[in-house]
């Protein structure tokens, strides 16, 4: 009943542009902070970008100027657009509910089951 589904995912050639989606189902997203995470096979998964339920951004090093988060609560779905795709990129991707309305500052709530992006020529 209380779901996170990403979606968007799939192929892409190095420089391409993709856009995934994180829909929620059974409860609302709008005063939760919302990450993106990623996680290749073997390591640890990793945290690169946050809204927060007031929709303030944030990037990691490696991810801002390429990444951008946004929410439209409306739809209750949170995106993430992806510009200038590179090989590294490739990763499954993964939305979080965070238990604040804070950017890393709670835990983790609810997990999606992600959505694979391949970057490939």
């Known amino acids: 009943q209380v779901q996170l589904v990403e979606s968007g995912g799939g192929l892409v050639q190095p420089g391409g542009s993709l856009r995934l989606s994180c829909a929620a189902s059974?409860?609302?997203?709008?005063?939760?902070?919302i990450g993106w995470f990623r996680q290749v096979p073997g390591k640890e998964r990793e945290g690169f970008a946050c809204i927060s339920g007031d929709g303030d951004e944030n990037y990691g090093d490696s991810t801002k100027g390429r990444f951008t988060i946004s929410r439209d609560n409306a739809k209750n779905t949170v995106y993430l657009q992806i510009h200038s795709l590179k090989p590294e990129d490739t990763a499954v991707y993964y939305c979080a509910a965070e238990s604040d309305s804070d950017c890393n500052v709670g835990g983790i709530k609810y997990w999606g089951k992600g959505t694979l992006v391949t970057v490939s020529s």
């Open positions: 059974g409860f609302s997203l709008s005063h939760y902070a």
